[in-house]
């Protein structure tokens, strides 16, 4: 049963190691085989996704200008029947609701104009038929969008809306207008993308309007021009179709040694190109970089899986371990009890015929080796049990027995006391106990001799010491039993009790 | 409408190796004939670095308003020009600057700033009558006509308002206005110009000169340092004067005219903003090799002149112009007199520029290389 459970113990231990073994290695195994298929679509994948990238990218940043434009021209709409609502009765009134209306929409320039051209701004009045272009017409039939190009290198985004009816100190008014500074509106538009993208905002005739560079290719000027002796001819001859029927496109050139992926969309209504260009290795890194990240994780998560199976792996072992010992030491004790018992008179507590006669082989072993010189048997045997038995009855002659048997502890505190029959001892002595066998036997003598006249217990015993001649024990024991008889025939004459009384 | 700084290094640095390849040795301001390439060479030479410093300094947008401290927190203005045209628009947005930069320490400029849509003396005369009566703390004009508009200045001093002169023209001499802003050499640039064209073209031929407003002293004074410059050579003569009264279209009317009855034309001088740009057209329609000189930054005129179609422009400082009136009458408003705080006459510079100048104006003003 013992052995089952050993062999049931180290089956399971064996089978943990090699299934964490196995997890392990599965784990590790499919996340690197993940890693590396990431990493091999990832170049694959790159010029598929900049293109959707960029177009995406230009396409929002074109509906964030149409819905700048739109809910521009939506405010004006919304705010000249209010204007017109105002009681406006000098040009310092009219100024002041400019200012609010200019606060309110937080805009640089918001202006009014009459219909002699007079532009009304929240500080100034200005005659403006040469500064705005769509002055030129005589009368605004539907919302204009223009851009102008200011002295000084500033470009602005005009939207403008008739305003017909409308009537200002005394004044038919024909116009309303707000014009937004392009910078600010690329400044808007880099705020979703710090720094990974170029983009610019061009006119058709590939003027650049929002002073901003697609990095060292267009830096600020025509992008046209800039590009007609980087591309290929077809394609800038398609961009420059393109441009000018503001159509969408893209390409992918290279320049000084790298990658560039261009994209363009048309802006609506504003005759604007959003161009959006990106370095390729910059995808290329982003792509990697996300890749990166995975494979970081993952060799976390196998780093955590691994030191999560090897802890377990360990607490399971030392438990095992633990478990094991105790049991062992459980069975040790189990088996110390049991030979303990199986050695042991239950009657005195001292060693048993079973016990003596192990000790016997053992002895015997030792004997004839020639291992043993100081070895001494006492044979023991108490005198008038039976007739304690008979007269007193058995609780008596146990009592007889345990106090004969205390006895020959007391006196023989260094030798080894068996009880081989119902009135028999046998005292093996050795060493400390063989040296004061003498000195102990004649001090137990003199005991049993006074006993004799209290009806104490009385010993009767005789000992003998081995000899070179002994081949075992017995030889000696005989010596021993005879010495014994003989004393118990001197202890009789002396009045001691006898098994015939 | 601060100025791109990497912007214009950029395009200095390509006008400065441009100019270095075309004129390795030297930079003429006055040419004396064209090289092989078609670009002018001359005797006065500069170093390219000078002429890139000269053209960037032409025009100056980087202004700051001095330590002066206003006595009031608003000010309210009224100015009036010749007439509604993109010089005197230059000329709002360094006011505009201006304004912008008082608001920012919590003083609230307000201003009109008013033209006819044609020069007129009357028109000006009606206005300045107008804005007599309207309590402004200053007015500011560009005189039209001096004989006509300085005796209304006068009478308008005498009644108590403070009247300045800005931009182009100032009042007649003796004029009782308090301070002037604004070219004062409008005959120098007038001479200066014609005895560029006059060197181009060998001190010969048929010179025909285009005029702007009539009786507008800036275009009339540059027309007679005009006439006075070709009157110095006796193998040149005026084939004939225009008026084109400011109008492009008209202009380039008057000089498809001119090309037409004189078909030995060799130069054409131009006084104002708008009569290069018309020339200009004109001349490239009909495939003429007429030299042209001009005045302003127009920018189809800068593009002409990049193409080699003028030969020289001549380009005022608007801005400053516009930023300079508005800080004088901030402090004329205050009950200050010209001295030590302002001058009597403040002089705004003129910068003759030539092709290989044109980029880097084109980029200065329109940020546009092209």
């Known amino acids: 049963m013992m052995k089952d459970k050993d062999i049931s113990d180290k089956n399971f231990i064996l089978t943990a190691v090699i299934g964490s073994l196995l997890v392990m290695a599965l784990v590790i195994g499919t996340t690197l085989w993940a890693s590396n298929e990431t990493a091999s679509e990832t170049d694959e994948a790159v010029t598929a996704v900049s293109h959707f990238y960029l177009k995406a990218m230009a396409d929002r940043r074109a509906r964030i200008i149409t819905n700048l434009i739109n809910n521009n021209f939506e405010h004006m709409e919304k705010l000249l029947p209010i204007i017109a609502e105002e009681n406006i009765d000098s040009q310092e009134t009219l100024r002041a609701v400019i200012g609010k209306i200019k606060t309110l929409l937080s805009l640089k320039r918001f202006a009014l104009v009459d219909e002699d051209n007079v532009v009304y701004t929240q500080y100034t009045t200005y005659t403006g038929g040469s500064r705005h272009a769509f002055l030129t017409a005589d009368k605004l039939n539907k919302r204009e969008i223009s851009t102008v190009y200011l002295y000084g290198s500033s470009k602005q985004l005009c939207l403008v809306i008739p305003t017909d009816g409308l009537v200002l100190l005394g004044k038919p008014f024909k116009a309303c207008f707000v014009q937004i500074d392009i910078e600010d509106i690329a400044s808007l538009l880099a705020f979703d993308d710090p720094g990974r993208t170029c983009f610019g905002l061009y006119d058709r005739s590939g003027v650049n309007l929002s002073n901003t560079s697609l990095g060292s290719i267009v830096s600020g000027q025509n992008i046209l021009e800039a590009t007609k002796d980087i591309l290929p001819k077809p394609e800038w001859e398609k961009m420059c179709r393109d441009f000018d029927d503001e159509a969408y496109g893209g390409l992918t050139f290279a320049f000084n040694g790298a990658e560039e992926t261009l994209f363009y969309v048309p802006i609506p209504d504003a005759g604007w190109m959003m161009v959006i260009l990106i370095r390729e290795s910059i995808i290329n890194d982003q792509i990697r970089g996300i890749s990166e990240k995975h494979l970081e994780i993952s060799n976390l998560q196998i780093g955590v899986t691994l030191g999560s199976m090897l802890l377990f792996a360990a607490v399971l072992l030392w438990r095992l371990w633990k478990i094991s010992r105790m049991k062992l030491e459980a069975e040790m004790e189990n088996s110390r009890a049991f030979e303990s018992l199986a050695n042991t008179d239950a009657l005195t507590g001292v060693r048993n015929k079973h016990a003596y006669s192990e000790d016997e082989a053992a002895l015997n072993r030792k004997i004839m080796g020639r291992e043993i010189e100081k070895l001494a048997v006492v044979a023991c045997d108490i005198n008038g049990l039976k007739v304690v038995n008979d007269t007193k009855g058995h609780a008596a002659g146990d009592k007889l027995i345990k106090d004969a048997s205390a006895l020959l502890r007391e006196y023989f505190v260094h030798g080894t006391v068996y009880r081989t029959g119902g009135d028999e001892f046998v005292v093996l002595l050795q060493e400390k106990g063989y040296d004061t066998r003498e000195e102990t036997i004649r001090s137990l003598n003199e005991i049993v001799e006074a006993n004799i006249a209290t009806d104490g217990v009385v010993i009767s015993m005789g000992y003998s010491t081995l000899e070179p001649n002994d081949e075992r024990l017995h030889d000696v024991f005989e010596r021993a039993d005879r010495m014994m008889y003989e004393r118990k025939q001197e202890l009789k004459q002396m009045g001691a009790k006898t098994r015939e009384e | ?370």
């Open chain 2, 1 to 370: 409408m601060a100025l791109d700084v990497k912007k214009i290094c950029l395009a200095a640095a390509s006008a400065a190796a441009a100019a270095f390849l075309i004129y390795p040795a030297s930079y003429s301001t006055a040419g004396s004939g064209a090289d092989a390439s078609g670009k002018e060479s001359g005797a006065e030479t500069l170093s390219a670095a000078r002429r890139e410093k000269d053209v960037q300094g032409a025009v100056n947008f980087e202004h700051a308003l001095d330590s002066y401290q206003p006595k009031k927190d608003h000010y309210n203005f009224y100015f009036t020009y010749k007439i509604v045209h993109p010089w005197w628009d230059a000329v709002a947005l360094g006011m505009e600057d201006a304004q912008r930069q008082y608001l920012k320490q919590g003083i609230t400029v307000t201003y009109e700033y008013m033209a006819p849509n044609a020069a007129s003396a009357a028109d000006q005369t009606e206005r300045l009558l107008g804005a007599q009566q309207g309590g402004y703390d200053v007015i500011g004009v560009d005189v039209a006509d001096e004989a006509i508009i300085s005796p209304i200045i006068d009478e308008m001093v005498d009644s108590g308002c403070k009247v300045m002169t800005f931009s182009s023209s100032d009042a007649a001499v003796g004029c009782k206005r308090i301070a002037y802003v604004g070219n004062t050499h409008n005959y120098k640039d007038g001479a200066d110009l014609t005895e560029a064209l006059c060197e181009k073209l060998n001190y010969e031929g048929e010179v025909a000169i285009l005029v702007g407003s009539k009786g507008a002293p800036c275009h009339e004074d540059r027309a007679k340092g005009a006439k006075d410059t070709i009157a110095k050579y006796g193998n040149m003569k005026i084939a004939a004067i225009e008026y084109d009264m400011d109008s492009v279209d008209l202009a380039y009317e008057l000089a498809l005219k001119i090309l037409r009855e004189h078909p030995n034309l060799a130069g054409l001088v131009c006084c104002n903003m708008s009569n290069p740009v018309g020339v200009a057209r004109a001349v490239v329609e009909t495939g003429s090799d007429v030299v042209i000189v001009g005045m302003d930054h127009d920018q189809e005129a800068l593009h002409y002149l990049d193409d080699g179609v003028i030969y020289c422009l001549g380009v005022q400082d608007c801005y400053s112009i516009g930023f300079e009136t508005l800080q004088t009458a901030v402090k004329i408003a205050d009950g200050n007199l010209p001295g030590e705080m302002f001058p009597e006459k403040r002089d705004e510079p003129t910068t003759i520029i030539r092709q290989q100048d044109a980029a880097l104006m084109l980029s200065l003003l329109y940020g546009d290389v092209l």
